[in-house]
């Protein structure tokens, strides 16, 4: 997954604060090497991606891995089409850095994605070393319907917020407002949300079960993320805290 964007599959649900040159002014830039160098990472972790797990494994003859590359692909490119129809400005956006995103946020991201790709890569290994899937057949049939619904949940989020950046920042230049339509009026992060699932479908379309290991790992990190935004949302975005007390959960109805 760059997926759709140009660092990450976030979820950014809100603000406002009116745009124009003074708030422009307020946005500290991103040194151009820092923002070159995350995206050249980025990119060359989801090259490695797709070539790796097979080198793991030892053989181009892993049906499984063709089988989760191939819906991967196919998820992301029906998502990426549904949102280009509904909020056809956001892509552009995805694509950049703002100046004034949060510090710990670019680290996130740095290591997100490879924690992506290890979850392949051990289901490579696992599979080099067993000479197949050590998950049953019907658990892909399992991994398709959640993989499918982390999809549909993000790119609803995705359809329905101008403001659903790649990185964590208050959008002062974007004249930023809270989003309350689609999957947030359920939840505040869907976009978060469909990320977790997405690392947590990746072991059963793998067929693997060392998989589960770094999938885990991964969704874990995404709940670092969740609960780092939503901290920072509610210190420095205006509406966002009345928002959060309309919508009780970060992103899992009845658990958090």
């Known amino acids: 997954m760059r997926p759709s964007g140009a660092c990450c599959d976030p979820d950014t649900a809100s603000a406002s604060t009116a745009p124009g040159a003074e708030a422009a002014r307020r946005i500290a830039r991103l040194p151009r090497p820092l923002a070159l160098g995350l ?3 980025t990119s060359a972790t989801i090259a490695a991606w797709g070539v790796a797990p097979f080198v ?9 891995l063709w089988a989760h590359h191939a819906t ?19 892509r552009a956006r995805r694509r950049t850095i703002g100046g004034n995103t949060k510090r ?12 992506m790709a290890a979850i392949a890569v051990t289901a490579g290994l696992d599979h080099g070393a067993h000479g197949g899937a050590t998950l049953p057949a ?5 991994g398709l319907v959640l993989f499918a619904g982390a ?7 995705q359809a329905v917020n101008p403001f659903f950046e790649g990185t964590a920042r208050i959008q002062l230049d974007a004249g930023q407002r809270v989003v309350d339509a689609g999957p947030y009026r359920i939840v505040r992060h869907p976009g978060y949300l469909g990320l977790a699932g997405w690392a947590l479908a990746s072991p059963l379309l ?10 885990l790992g ?25 928002y959060a007390r309309r919508v009780r959960w970060r992103l899992v109805p009845g658990l958090w």
């Not at 019907?138 to 399992?142: E, Q, R, T």
């Not at 999809?151 to 989020?157: D, E, F, I, L, Y």
């Open 39 to 41: 995206s050249a990472w």
């Open 56 to 64: 793991a494994a030892g053989t181009w003859r892993a049906p499984a």
């Open 72 to 90: 991967v692909a196919a998820g992301l490119l029906v998502r990426a089409r549904h949102v280009a129809r509904r909020n056809p400005g956001l």
């Open 104 to 115: 710990w946020d670019l680290a996130w991201v740095a290591a997100f994605w490879p924690l």
């Open 138 to 142: 019907p658990a892909w049939l399992a």
């Open 151 to 157: 999809m549909a949940v993000s790119g609803r989020a």
């Open 206 to 215: 793998l067929l693997s079960v060392r998989a589960l290991v770094p999938a």
């Open 218 to 242: 991964a969704a874990a990190w995404v709940l670092l993320r969740t609960a780092l935004e939503d901290a920072m949302l509610r210190r420095e975005l205006e509406g966002y805290a009345g």
